[in-house]
């Protein structure tokens, strides 16, 4: 069974440019997060969705940021106008069920020029 | 700020001896623990979880402690191999109303050596 897929695992964008990082959850699974990591830190949660829903969006940024989880194909976490500061690995995971274990992609690492 | 911590940043620890990685949490109102591992590139991969309702949980090589009256978490890796070097995370569910989300502490590095 394949776990959860990021692409791109690398992805370098200049300022101003946009980024779409994709996401496919564990086969079965209809819940995917979205967390930003920076070096020697813990993951900061950003978005909550449930198939073509989002739940929470509570840690995203208002501005520039958005995600959706499409009926069908991956979920997108898109990054407009991108700034230094964007870059940071950012972790997809998913779950079969709220409350249960969350299991993680190995990333997308993002780098702004 | 966050309200999951660790007390140790970095743990080093001499292969076949046991390894305890602690944790605090300030929600009482967590339902749910889980230890996370991170390998270098990697994404954090689950090791083993724990409901409020336990105090205790084996899995194999390791055991998940949860004490509620101090809001405390450890996990302790029996017979520590090279393989167990790793960044761990322990992360609290928490629930805002119909959704619940995961907050994670900031990692503590397990160091084993020879």
């Known amino acids: 069974n394949a776990g959860v897929m990021q692409n791109p695992r690398h992805l370098v964008r200049r300022r101003g440019q946009e980024a779409r990082l994709r996401c496919s959850p564990v086969?079965?699974?209809?819940?995917v997060y979205w967390y930003r990591q920076l070096p020697e830190e813990g993951l900061k949660f950003m978005v909550y969705?449930?198939?073509?829903?989002?739940?929470?969006e509570s840690g995203m940024p208002k501005e520039r940021f958005s995600a959706e989880f499409p009926k069908e194909g991956p979920s997108i976490l898109r990054i407009q106008q991108v700034v230094r500061g964007d870059s940071a690995a950012y972790f997809c995971?998913?779950?079969?069920?709220?409350?249960?274990?969350?299991?993680f992609g190995d990333g997308t690492r993002l780098s702004i020029l | 700020g966050e309200s999951v911590g660790l007390h140790l940043p970095t743990l080093s620890v001499q292969e076949g001896d046991n390894s305890i990685i602690n944790c605090a949490y300030s929600?009482?109102?967590?339902?749910?623990f889980i230890w996370y591992k991170q390998e270098s590139g990697k994404g954090p991969q689950f090791i083993i979880d724990?409901?409020?309702?336990?105090d205790k949980r084996q899995g194999q090589r390791v055991t998940v402690l949860l004490n509620k009256t101090v809001k405390h978490l450890s996990l302790q890796i029996a017979a520590t191999q090279p393989g167990d070097s790793a960044v761990y995370f322990c992360?609290?569910?928490?629930?805002?109303?119909?959704?619940?989300?995961?907050?994670f502490g900031t990692g503590t590095r397990l160091q084993v050596t020879l």
């Open positions: 995971a998913s779950s079969r069920e709220q409350g249960q274990p969350q299991h």
């Open positions: 086969k079965g699974h209809s819940h």
């Open positions: 969705l449930q198939k073509e829903n989002i739940i929470d």
């Open positions: 929600n009482s109102a967590s339902d749910y």
């Open positions: 724990i409901r409020s309702n336990m």
């Open positions: 992360a609290e569910n928490r629930r805002t109303g119909t959704a619940s989300k995961l907050t």
